[in-house]
């Protein structure tokens, strides 16, 4: 795959079409447009595909920025399906038990993803009040999954008429109430609610905010395992593009778009920063939607338009990383953990209302070695420690600054509550905060959810598929309906592929 590849000739009569953005949604459309026959280019700006999907690769250490594990491969399978082929030809996937262990301060732990056995020992030790009311949680995931995710997910609510559709299953799986709501209706236990509120937060939604329905995009509670891309996330959008490039699809990376031209109310061209110009019947931007209309429509009247109105909407929280490889193997700490302290919900104002660099932390910590031995040296491991904090917008500090003390606070933590000797320890580590994602990604704020998903900022009050005034530009991604997160922008993708094909083909 070269870096610049050049557009092919095409036949005038079939309709073609460019995505802009060669993360998880612009991978997932781009297979969708190009196995339905739309002759499809997919742009990329930097040099590899994956988007927030990121490797280093350092000392035959693999370090990646990105989701955990994969909650759920189905809606992989179902994409690899449309295409005539198995996923499991593209790739290897590794079950991860337990898909997470919660691990609190006060000494309670409880481990996520296990066998029903294993996992009715745990809540019975931990909360055996709530194993009545876990049950009911589990058995509202499976119904709600089907009527409320899987409908509502999936559709592009768009427009009026397409939103009050979707009511009588919004109101059917309670998706009117916040997740945190939801959760505490039927668990009572404090460390049972954290945990399984958490995935919310992993999509960059606050669970006191965000729907019930948020919930779904992860596995259902409990006993699902994870799985792991062998060779890494990185390995997953490499294999996307492999597929889509087996279909006939055009790649070109390394070469930013830098301008969306229109004739009247149509997107006719793509300009990258090489000089290269693209003529398609449709556009779609999977890149960060203020960068979209703030930089990549700036010349047209609808760019700045739309811009002024993301620029006041509210925006998840960003993350702060410490990527680091130790001296050691330990296989008692699991693939992804989280450690939690005495606060939640203070916490959780902090990042999404106050703004506050807190002292204390929700860290989560990915251990990929331990199920993946390719990720690093035999002998040696490979972790990457995630805490949220408050976007550039709420919490204008200079990073680069406080990078090494933040850095030495989150490792002290790791070291205190699993690895005692940690420091002594390190062979390699680095960081990662938002103005790294401002400046590699073109997030807004260093958001690294994009729009939050409030109550204000779900389903049709998000960004829609579809542009209202340009008639063939279209986008997905995490500012559009269903939100951020693995399954929420493959459905989006999915939404959108249905839209974009009964208008263009």
Known sequence: MDALSKTPGRDPSRRSACVVGAGL????????????GLATTLIEARDAPGGCLRRWQRQGFTFEEGPSLLADPAPLRELWSVTGEDLGNAMALAEV????????????????????????????????????????????????????????????????AAALRALPALVRSQGWRSAWSLVGSMVK???????????????????FAASALHLLGQALPGASCGWWPIGGMAALAEALTARFEQLGG?????????????????ISEAECQSGWRGHFDAVVSAADAMHTYRDLLKDLPRGPQVAGKLAGRRYSPSAFSVHFALEGTWPGIPHHSVLLGTRYGELIADLFDHGVLPQDFMLSLHHPSVSDPSMAPP???TFRATIPVAHLGKLPIDWVTVAPLIQQRVLAEV????????????????????????????????????????????????????DSKLANFYLVGAATHPGAGVAAVLAGAKAAASQMLKELT
């Open 415 to 466: 070291g205190r509550r699993l690895i005692p000797d940690i420091h002594d320890r390190v062979v390699t580590s680095f960081t990662t905060s938002p103005r790294d994602l401002v400046l590699e990604l073109n997030y807004h704020l260093g958001s690294a959810w994009s729009l939050e998903a409030s109550a204000l900022q779900s389903g049709p009050l998000r960004v829609a598929h579809k």
């Open 250 to 266: 055009t790649v070109r990376l390394g070469d930013p778009v830098v301008r969306l031209h229109a004739v009247g109310n149509r």
């Open 189 to 207: 236990d404090r460390h049972l609610r954290e945990a399984l509120a958490f995935p919310v937060l992993q999509a960059g939604a606050s669970p």
């Open 379 to 381: 002998g040696k491991s």
């Open 97 to 160: 038990t337990p898909a997470c262990r919660f691990n609190w301060s006060d000494g309670a732990q409880l481990d996520l993803g296990v066998s029903e056995a294993e996992l009715a020992r745990q809540i019975a030790r931990l909360a055996p009040d709530d194993l009545a009311g876990f049950e009911e949680l589990r058995r509202w995931c499976q119904t709600a999954r089907i009527d409320g995710w899987q409908r509502l997910g999936e559709s592009a609510l768009d427009s009026p």
């Open 25 to 36: 949604a612009g991978l997932a459309l781009a297979i969708r447009l190009q196995a339905a």
